[in-house]
């Protein structure tokens, strides 16, 4: 368990910040950028979730499902944070297992079968929830290219891999939310040339 007794520590105030494994390295380090940017799409997902508890328009089932997976995926992206945050091997300290990617799997389809097929591209628009959510897509593909990033800088070996495989359903999850989020007000769909 974490125990946070002290918030400011001024260790980080010549531009150096501490790893999981103790190592201090600059705060542009491209692992410090991975599960920063972790991090935003935690705070977006929670910016989702409130306008989910305040949007009355959504089949109750609907908005209970979406709050309570997004829910989970707030704790396991901390996971993921706690993943990228400690360098070494898969299997040192808390990482990302395969059930957390074939949950992803399973719920992607589960929404996607509430959902009609798509005859066009969706525009990020609509109710606030939906468009916190497409936000939270496109800020978890910029998450997946950070991961990318760090990968190609400390190599292959030294990265879980299942976190770059979790962030990739996720960003597909996301978009499956985003669309049952839509509700009775409908998605705006994309008209070429409109």
Request: with cysteine.
């Amino acid at each position: 368990m974490v125990l946070l007794t002290r918030i400011t520590t001024k260790g980080g105030d010549g531009g150096l910040t501490s790893l999981g494994d103790g190592r201090r390295v600059p705060k542009q380090h491209a692992r410090v950028e991975a599960y920063g940017e972790v991090d935003e799409l935690n705070a977006v997902l929670g910016l989702a979730r409130m306008e989910l508890e305040r949007d009355g328009q959504l089949e109750a089932s609907v908005g209970q499902d979406l709050l309570t997976q997004l829910g989970h995926l707030q704790n396991q992206l901390f996971d993921v944070g706690a993943d990228l945050c400690v360098p070494g091997a898969a299997g040192e300290r808390l990482r990302i297992p395969e059930d957390y990617v074939l949950r992803l799997e399973e719920w992607v389809a589960q929404w996607n079968g509430r959902l009609t097929p798509l005859e066009s591209f969706v525009l990020p628009a609509g109710s606030p929830a939906t468009c916190q959510l497409h936000h939270a897509r496109t800020v978890c593909r910029r998450v997946e290219r950070a991961f990318l990033r760090l990968q190609d800088v400390e190599g292959v070996e030294a990265i879980n891999p299942r976190v770059g495989i979790f962030l990739n359903r996720l960003s597909d999850l996301l978009f499956v939310m985003a669309r049952a989020a839509a509700g009775p007000a409908g998605e705006r769909l994309w008209q070429p040339g409109g």
